[in-house]
T-cell receptor
């Protein structure tokens, strides 16, 4: 379970500030994902990446930026945080050959005030 | 867009009873249906999954059934225990490709009363 880690685990920031959530995995999984979890909405895909330097939008990408210069890291940046981005953010990953089975990190609780 | 509907949103059962959570999906190309359990403050954890070429799968006290024609699938937990109390999420793959992109239901909060 320690194979995918997120930091920071808890963050409070102000509206308009830039925030970066980090995700690191030690499994060498090809695919990585960012989901946000909000009450009543379940988990919604923000961005995903099929490999280093390959990223694509999910269901709710507006206001977020991602990069993947190395296979093991997939940071998520909120360029100008808004209150509506208060949420729990989960990073996830999967192997190239594991079908659609994904594994989640511990989550990052973000509050925008 | 494609979506997954999950019912009920909350479920309370007595210890030892069975619990059933139902999901319907809209993308007819979906071919993978996992169920995740999330305890308070923790990450979602995969508990069981089923692929579209199988109608039922069982793992000890939990089972999942899939009706492709009706586009719905269900989670069945028998002999519930207090430690089964958690939020359960169903999900469906976006299309049939193995990209790992999932559409999640809204979640069901299961409370098992001792």
């Amino acid at each position: 379970d320690a194979g995918i880690t997120q930091s920071p685990r808890y963050k409070i920031t102000e509206t308009g500030r830039q925030v970066t959530l980090m995700c690191h995995q030690t499994w060498s999984h090809s695919y990585m994902f960012w989901y946000r979890q909000d009450l009543g909405h379940g988990l919604r895909l923000i961005y995903y990446s099929a490999a280093a330097d390959i990223t694509d939008k999910g269901e709710v990408p507006d206001g977020y930026v991602v990069s993947r210069s190395k296979t093991e890291n997939f940071p998520l940046t909120l360029e100008s945080a808004t209150r509506s981005q208060t949420s729990v953010y989960f990073c996830a990953s999967k192997r190239e050959d594991s079908g659609n089975t994904i594994y989640f990190g511990e989550g990052s609780w973000l509050t925008v005030v | 867009g494609e979506n997954v509907e999950q019912h009920p949103s909350t479920l309370s059962v007595q210890e030892g009873d069975s619990a059933v959570i139902k999901c319907t999906y809209s993308d007819s190309a979906s071919n993978y249906f996992p169920w995740y359990k999330q305890e308070l403050g923790k990450r979602p954890q995969l508990i069981i999954d089923i692929r579209s070429n199988v109608g039922e799968k069982k793992d000890q006290r939990i089972a999942v059934t899939l009706n492709k024609t009706a586009k719905h699938f269900s989670l069945h937990i028998t002999e519930t225990q207090p430690e089964d109390s958690a939020v359960y999420f169903c999900a469906a793959s976006r299309g049939s490709s193995n990209t790992g992109k999932l559409i999640f239901g809204q979640g069901t909060t299961l409370q098992v009363k001792p």
